[in-house]
């Protein structure tokens, strides 16, 4: 099953804001180059785009939850 | 005197704390997230209480949490530190309300100073120089127009309900005012339900000076100023004391309006009164009061031979101010840098790590204050700040030479660091004259980038 990594530690936000909705929810379809969350690292924010298409997307990784770099964000079938 | 003090914080300023604390005989509570169980302020305090997960909001944010720590380990005070809860009304008031003593301003003190106009206000009836502008609302133009004979041009019209940089325009010419200010008075009502407008003079070019001041409610001094003009971003990198760019009679009419704002507010403990400084004009405008510990206050302390965190702990255990004004004297200069994990050959971008082995510079006039030590892995959840080089010697030109020697001694492996930045500023003649000003770095940056790389010399 394709995964999405975290490329950095820090913390994973599924949304750019806690206003707005999330980048995707989970059963999305996923384009390479979607943004699907962003890592924060020491107060600077990166997004994550997958570098792997799929037709339903399943999060692994909770919002506002801590990662190392390699972490598992999302599963992709 | 205090017994027993938790801070409430981490990293090198949780350090820095303890160790005041420790020098004046009164026992220390560390806390800690679940990231920072191996750090150094956890080591060095005699207790430590975790107080929950990485994420600052659930931890070094979470006032409930922090107050539990400080009753079940039987403190009697809680410093803030700087950053986190350190300009929290609600957490001084939360502090005293249960029975300890907040190691700073009362809660009504912080929210003054925290709402820009109110802060305005009070620095103007102190006779305090606030930068041209608006005192409160504008609705509507002709005003407005009157504002403009104070302001000049170019001036900036932002929304009174906007923040964090919305709704701002600014005008370069009568021209402009007049097609900006109803457009912007249309979007502020659109965007905010609210039409007001606030006006301030712009000063495009403008040295950023500090004033550090001491205060015991009913007593205050000022420990001179800080020049903190080299930014990146709008976050100092390099600060001195005291600055080169003030004469002797603009050094006494500031630093005493940073006393006669203290004493106007009431203010108990340090803070710190900043201003900008028109060089051309040979003009100073109040900007903002920080009523807390600031990262470059060891410059300050270099320079004066005093112990800030001390004197707030000594103040906030019920003495009075310790030193008269005619105590404290300038000794010499001081320069401070901050070595951030960021690597400045690739637009700083963050790199947290693990240190694998570390170098620390030594000798005369030179000190370092950190959070770091071999083996240390720095998280990736919170400020970049690694440690604060700052050297003192007796002329500003000394004071650079040493900089540049301890900085060759310095030695972190394992993590890019803003190092290479300050070796190559410490050898800018611009920076070697005294001659920059807030927005002078930004441009340094982009035709000195490609010496940023640690290879270079």
Redesign the interface.
């Known amino acids: 099953m394709p995964v999405i990594q975290s490329p950095l530690p820090g913390t994973f936000y599924r949304s750019s804001s806690p206003e707005t909705p999330p980048f995707k929810q989970d059963g999305d379809a996923v384009a390479v180059g979607d943004v699907i969350g962003l890592i924060e690292v020491m107060k600077s924010f990166h997004e994550v785009k997958s570098e792997v298409a799929g037709s339903a997307i399943t999060f692994v990784t909770d919002n506002e939850d801590p990662v190392m770099a390699g972490a598992v964000l999302a599963e992709l079938s | 005197m205090l017994k027993k003090l938790l801070i409430a914080n981490r990293g090198e300023i949780a350090v820095r704390i303890i160790r005041a604390a420790q020098d004046l005989g009164i026992a220390t509570v560390a806390v800690y997230s679940d990231?920072d169980a191996t750090a150094l302020h956890v080591q060095l305090a005699d207790e430590a209480v975790n107080i929950g997960?990485?994420?600052a909001?659930k931890s070094y944010l979470n006032i409930a949490a922090i107050l539990k720590a400080a009753v079940d380990t039987g403190c009697d005070s809680v410093h803030p530190g700087y950053g986190f809860l350190a300009e929290n009304a609600s957490f001084s008031d939360a502090v005293t309300a249960a029975g300890l003593v907040f190691v700073g301003p009362s809660g009504d003190a912080i929210r003054l100073m925290g709402d820009k106009v109110a802060a305005r206000g009070a620095a103007h009836a102190a006779g305090v120089p606030i930068v041209p502008g608006s005192m409160g609302r504008v609705d509507g133009i002709v005003a407005a127009r009157h504002i403009l004979i104070d302001t000049g041009f170019p001036v900036m019209i932002k929304a009174a309900a906007g923040g964090g940089g919305r709704g701002i325009r600014i005008a370069q010419d009568l021209a402009e005012f007049e097609h900006a200010f109803p457009q912007a008075q249309a979007e502020a009502l659109a965007a905010f339900g609210d039409g007001g407008l606030y006006m301030e003079k712009v000063i495009t070019k403008a040295r950023h000076i500090e004033v550090q001041v001491l205060a015991d409610g009913t007593d205050a001094i000022h420990c001179f100023e800080r020049e903190c003009s080299l930014q990146r971003r709008r976050q100092k990198v390099w600060e001195e004391a005291p600055s080169m760019a003030l004469s002797s009679h603009l050094r006494d009419a500031l630093c005493s309006s940073a006393v006669r704002l203290a004493l106007a507010v009431g203010y108990s403990g340090a803070g710190t009164v900043e201003y900008l400084y028109d060089e051309d004009a040979n003009q100073f405008y109040f900007i903002e009061m920080n009523t807390r510990i600031q990262v470059e206050h060891p410059v300050t302390e270099m320079i004066t031979g005093l112990d800030l965190v001390a004197e707030m702990l000594r103040i906030a255990g019920g003495e009075p101010l310790r030193l008269a004004q005619a105590d404290v004297t300038v000794k010499g200069h001081a320069i401070e840098v901050r070595l951030n994990?960021?690597d400045p050959a690739r637009d700083f971008?963050?790199f947290?790590g693990t240190v694998e082995s570390l170098r620390i510079p030594g000798g005369p006039g030179v000190r370092f204050d950190s959070m770091l030590y071999p083996g240390y892995t720095v998280?990736?959840?919170?400020?970049?700040l690694l440690a604060k080089l700052i050297v003192h010697a007796e002329t500003r030109e000394a004071a650079i030479t040493r900089m540049a020697r301890a900085l060759s001694e310095l030695q972190i492996d394992g993590l890019k660091t803003t190092k290479p930045l300050f070796a190559a500023l410490a050898a800018d003649p611009s920076v070697q004259a005294g001659d920059f000003h807030t927005r002078w770095l930004e441009g340094w940056l982009e035709v000195n980038a490609a010496r940023l790389t640690p290879l270079q010399p």
Do not use: V
């Open positions: 990231a997960p990485p994420a909001k994990a960021e971008a963050p947290p998280p990736p959840f919170y400020d970049s």
